[in-house]
């Protein structure tokens, strides 16, 4: 009986090893992020023991951009040796048990977001959103440095720091983090600057991110000086940056007479060849304009985007308008293409299923 046992005993020991070592040749091979189990509290005590910064990736699971950076992201390798070099890693849901609390305490908002806390458990920095592995992997590397974390820039702000250096790397940190007084910060840097500088490509690149009031001394530079800056930078950039920023005042004013007016001369006239700026354009027309000329225009911008570079989004976009614009046949065509080009690349086709019976209505 107690050879029995003994062999029993050993058989486990031996499971438990192969199963650890599984474990362990797993996240070899993969290469990605090791996530951290157990509570916050658990994780708190583990980067005191260690020394080491902690990142929270805050999620939700009906979150597509959360579910892109889990699938393509966190298992690289690249991601993978940075963060598990430099941090202990936690994945948090923020509707489900503690993370419903953390969610509040820390203001999460929009997902993904990922926040950075020391070894001590303060919060030293955050971002937001899908990215490629290079900037997620610069969202830690900033994390770290004193002089980009975003908490530790907020202190010398707050302390009254006002040089040019400082409100360039607090905007960027603010923007990254979708917080929202980053316009503000934005414009106190940009008033640093002369009309000349504003010209430079370090501030041509932070116009281009960060600039989104058309009324700011800034963006009428910009606008005023167009064909300069068309010519260090490449026109679709430029006219893309001025449409962009006057049709997101306009859509938020619902100003639509002034949307269109913007949109078609900035989409007429072809110096924006941008696939998903004129997805994006056509699918607002699509969502509130009924005037039969306007959505015309719109499904030559959306049937424009498919020929630059087809996507299922601009695909569903120009069944819709179709649809919208009563030719019913040809929608029902388009979209069921659409949904062909959501299975090519597992893209969730809900709403193209939806469209078609709306068509199926109609018919």
Not at 228 to 251: P, R
Not at 252 to 274: C, G, M, Q, T
Request: charged share 30%.
């Amino acid at each position: 009986m107690k050879a029995k046992i003994f062999s029993i005993i050993v058989v486990l020991i031996l499971v438990v090893f192969r199963f650890s070592n599984a474990q362990e040749i797993r996240f070899i091979d993969n290469g990605g992020i090791i996530f951290e189990t157990g509570t916050w509290e658990e994780v708190l005590k583990t980067a005191k023991e260690k020394d080491k910064p902690i990142f929270v990736d805050a999620y939700t699971v009906w979150c597509g951009p959360c579910k892109w950076m889990t699938a393509n992201v966190f298992p690289t390798e690249d991601a993978g040796n940075f963060y598990n070099g430099h941090f202990i890693n936690y994945k948090l849901d923020m509707e489900k048990g503690e993370g419903v609390d953390f969610a509040k305490k820390y203001e999460v908002r929009s997902y993904p977001s990922y926040l950075f806390f020391n070894s001590e458990g303060e919060l030293i920095h955050r971002s937001t959103g899908s990215k490629p592995v290079e900037a997620f992997i610069e969202d830690g590397e900033n994390a770290l440095n004193p002089d980009r974390a975003l908490y530790s820039l907020k202190a010398k702000y707050d302390d009254g720091d006002r040089s040019d250096e400082l409100l360039y790397e607090y905007a960027y940190a603010l923007r990254n983090a979708d917080l929202k007084n980053t316009q503000e910060v934005a414009k106190e840097y940009l008033e640093t600057q002369s009309d000349d500088d504003l010209l430079s490509e370090k501030n041509w690149k932070f116009i281009e991110k960060l600039v989104y009031d058309i009324n700011s001394h800034a963006f009428k530079y910009l606008e005023a000086n167009s064909e300069k800056f068309s010519e260090k930078y490449g026109a679709n950039d430029v006219y893309k940056k001025i449409g962009s920023a006057k049709l997101q005042y306009y859509m938020a004013e619902k100003n639509w007479k002034s949307y269109s007016e913007v949109a078609f001369k900035i989409l007429d006239n072809d110096k924006v060849n941008d696939a998903g700026f004129l997805n994006e354009v056509a699918w607002t027309f699509y969502e509130n304009v009924d005037d039969t000329g306007l959505l015309e225009k719109a499904l030559n911008w959306a049937k424009r985007s498919i020929e630059i570079e087809e996507d299922y989004y601009n695909t569903d976009t120009y069944a819709a308008l179709l649809y919208k614009l009563g030719r019913y046949d040809e929608a029902l065509e388009a979209a069921e293409y659409a949904i062909e080009v959501a299975k090519k690349t597992d893209m969730n086709y809900s709403g193209t299923e939806q469209l078609i019976e709306m068509i199926n209505e109609k018919k």
